[in-house]
């Protein structure tokens, strides 16, 4: 399992990503800016954890040819579309000698579909869904999005959640993923939202006491 945490919220008409901003490599921290949640098309974002390299160019590859669909077709592909497009690549690739060590979250919007979370594992399985993560983190957070999310969720309530998630993640987990960046994909497209770092959590929340 991945020393990163990408964490996915859909709401009825919006679907929200956070991912921490740690890079390491094995028990080396090197830095802490580095995004992990990529843009594919107007209405499609994807966030990865895995091995560097294997995000960055399977991520592009993925962004490449969606955008090379709109090209030809005119229209953008819709999260569904793009999320069995991104699973049959993923699974193909693992039979051969290029195999990509990723896990994804793809989130988008559509207007006749509209919003849309599918999980996508290393093996290439894919299943949409409500709310979802990947990585050390998101063992903390299953519990916490199983009991507070519900389907009328507005988009303040979702970062709320996801504060949540952060709050314990970063009061029980050993490593050290202290700033989380947040994106919205609706039908206006996608957007950033204001970090969850501890400058944005009151410090009597993340102390270590229950």
Known sequence: MAMETILGIKGPDFVMLASDTMQAKSLVF?????????RLSDFNIMATVGDGGDTIQF???ISKNLHLYKISHGYHLSAKSAAHFTRKTLADYIRTNTRYQVA???AGYDAVEGPDLHYIDSYGAA?????????W?????????????????????????????????QRRLII???NFEVYVVDSKGMRKMEAINPGSLNKESISLSW
């Open 176 to 178: 050290n993923q202290r």
């Open 127 to 135: 299943q949409s869904i409500n709310h979802a993560g990947h990585g």
């Open 59 to 61: 991520t592009d590859f």
């Open 30 to 38: 090197m830095k802490d800016d580095q995004s992990k949640i990529h």
């Open 104 to 106: 994804m979250l793809l």
């Open 137 to 169: 983190g998101s063992m903390f957070c299953g519990s916490i999005l199983q009991r507070y999310w519900n389907s009328k969720l507005s988009q303040e309530d979702a970062y709320s959640l996801m504060k949540k998630c952060v709050l314990e993640i």
